[in-house]
């Protein structure tokens, strides 16, 4: 009398913690793949504000002008907002040290360090593929570049891959 008074307790608990499936409308009863859709409410189109993002600068932010480098004025504004909001890693391309050292200085001069860019997070490589391998182990949420080459490869490990800035101005 005890085991089946404590095997008709466990059985009434596990009936009462089982969750009950949803009824299907009376039209639907009886059917295969019946998915019930609840209806969705309207939301605002969300701007996408990352959290952390990783620019290629080549052509983005600077451009070489017959051995000059120059500034992108439109692209420079945005990318200060950006550094006032989200942790932002420039990442460079270049051949040589004298570039590198140029293009440090440049971004000094620009005013990116006082809106809040930190030195250190100005990166450099050597090839496209140099580029992927850096943005992966940065493991940021965005990631800009013109190069389609570059952006096709960071597409399966980065959440948004774009090829300008103009995302963010909307």
């Known amino acids: 009398l005890g085991i089946f008074s404590m095997f008709f307790i466990v059985f009434f608990i596990l009936k009462r913690l089982k969750p009950k499936k949803k009824q299907l409308p009376q039209?639907?009863?009886?059917?295969?793949?019946?998915?019930?859709?609840?209806?969705?409410?309207?939301?605002e189109?969300?701007?996408?504000?990352?959290?952390?993002?990783?620019?290629?600068?080549?052509?983005?932010?600077?451009?070489?002008?017959?051995?000059?480098?120059?500034?992108?004025?439109?692209?420079?504004?945005?990318?200060?907002r950006m550094c006032k909001i989200c942790d932002v890693y420039l990442v460079t391309e270049c051949l040589d040290d004298e570039t590198e050292t140029r293009i440090?200085?440049?971004?000094?001069?620009?005013?990116?360090i006082d809106e809040g860019l930190n030195p250190c997070k100005s990166l450099f490589c050597e090839t496209k593929m140099g580029k992927v391998s850096?943005?992966?182990?940065?493991?940021?949420?965005?990631?800009?570049?013109?190069?389609?080459?570059?952006r096709e490869k960071l597409k399966v490990f980065i959440n948004k891959v774009e090829k300008d800035l103009s995302f963010f101005e909307r």
Do not use: M, W
């Open 27 to 43: 039209e639907n009863r009886g059917r295969r793949n019946t998915t019930i859709v609840e209806p969705q409410q309207t939301q």
């Open 45 to 80: 189109k969300l701007l996408f504000v990352p959290t952390s993002i990783s620019i290629a600068t080549n052509e983005l932010l600077f451009r070489e002008n017959y051995g000059h480098l120059e500034v992108v004025p439109e692209n420079l504004e945005i990318i200060k």
């Open 104 to 112: 440090n200085e440049l971004i000094k001069n620009v005013g990116l």
């Open 134 to 150: 850096i943005v992966r182990q940065l493991g940021t949420q965005c990631y800009v570049d013109g190069d389609d080459l570059v």
